[in-house]
């Protein structure tokens, strides 16, 4: 986004001017796809309600209080932001097939917000779990070291959001390959200062730290949970093992195809898998929450069904594995 405060338009940005053909000419070189474009919007739409209530549900309760609420508050907001870009403007941009040079202001905007609502997603998710760690390794300690970390990574993954928002390249939307890239291809000759320009090594190496982050910090998390469990497959551990297997699957087929890009052309079908996991991904928590989370599923059910009970306290201990199971 410096880029744009800099030049002070898109179309004055080396290797991003549109000026080679008409907004006419550019849309024709696009593809429509309103069989992906429907359905990824109305799920948009869908994700987007489904966390009013559940944010009312932490607020409302005491559930804030705890530290990993707090943690998933913020990924809330994020998601809620990545899916505004992942869904209610990719599909829209799907149906009437558009490329980056049809709308370049609109889509270098977008763009930007979708690239640092990604890394921000991603740091935050580490931070839950790794938030989970402590809590269940040092559950003597846990009080004293839980809290000061959590506003600890709150403080650098909103700071690492705008960084990444500001001061790195954008991801440009085109409908013939389905996904937000790098490169806007509004150049008619192609060369290696261009592609040197659009590349993003921020994003690079945030997929390859947050994928190896994830498989160590769930394969720790999984293990004290089953020692703690006595090795019993009791049902809190299998929801467990079932949620990191769900958020684990798309963010990963999502960070290793990005990073693909760089290194050779995808097929067709690994590019709708990637734009589809990017679509569900930042509303996975959501579902999550309402159908694993026991409390939250509880209040949730005690809010569609109009019951007059309060919502009350939840157990913060540590041990409390029905408790433990958040995103």
Request: glycine letters at 4%; hydrophobic letters at 45%.
């Amino acid at each position: 986004m410096d880029r744009l405060i800099e030049y002070g338009s898109v179309d004055e940005i080396p290797y991003y001017n549109c000026s080679a053909k008409s907004q006419n000419e550019w849309l024709a070189t696009g593809v429509k796809r309103p069989w992906l474009g429907y359905p990824i919007t109305v799920f948009g739409v869908f994700i987007e309600i489904l966390y009013l209530p559940i944010l009312y549900i932490i607020f409302k309760s005491k559930l804030i209080k705890m530290t990993c609420y707090k943690i998933m508050v913020l990924l809330a907001f994020t998601d809620m932001t990545a899916t505004a870009c992942s869904c209610l403007i990719t599909g829209p941009l799907l149906i009437i097939g558009s490329v980056f040079c049809v709308y370049p202001t609109f889509t270098y905007i977008a763009g930007g917000f979708a690239i640092a609502t990604w890394c921000m997603s991603c740091s935050v998710t580490t931070s839950l779990f790794l938030n989970r760690v402590i809590s269940v390794a040092f559950h003597g300690l846990s009080n004293s070291i839980e809290k000061k970390l959590a506003y600890i990574c709150i403080f650098l993954c909103i700071f690492y959001g705008f960084y990444v928002l500001f001061f790195t390249p954008v991801v440009c939307f085109n409908s013939e390959w389905l996904i937000w890239l790098p490169d806007p291809l509004s150049e008619m000759k192609p060369s290696e200062q261009a592609a040197e320009y659009y590349r993003n090594r921020v994003q690079a190496w945030n997929n390859w730290i947050f994928v190896t982050c994830m498989f160590v910090l769930f394969t720790l998390y999984l293990a004290m949970i089953n020692k703690i469990s006595m090795g019993q497959k009791s049902k809190a551990a299998k929801s467990i093992f079932i949620q990191c297997c769900i958020i684990c699957f798309f963010n990963t087929v999502i960070a290793l195809v990005y990073n693909a890009l760089t290194l050779i052309t995808p097929d067709y079908w690994m590019l709708l898998l990637c734009q589809f996991c990017w679509s569900v991904n930042h509303g996975c928590p959501a579902l999550i929450y309402i159908t694993m989370n026991q409390t939250i599923k509880r209040e949730f059910k005690k809010m569609i069904l109009g019951s007059d009970k309060r919502i009350g306290s939840v157990s913060t201990h540590p041990a409390s594995l029905t408790h433990l199971s958040t995103h």
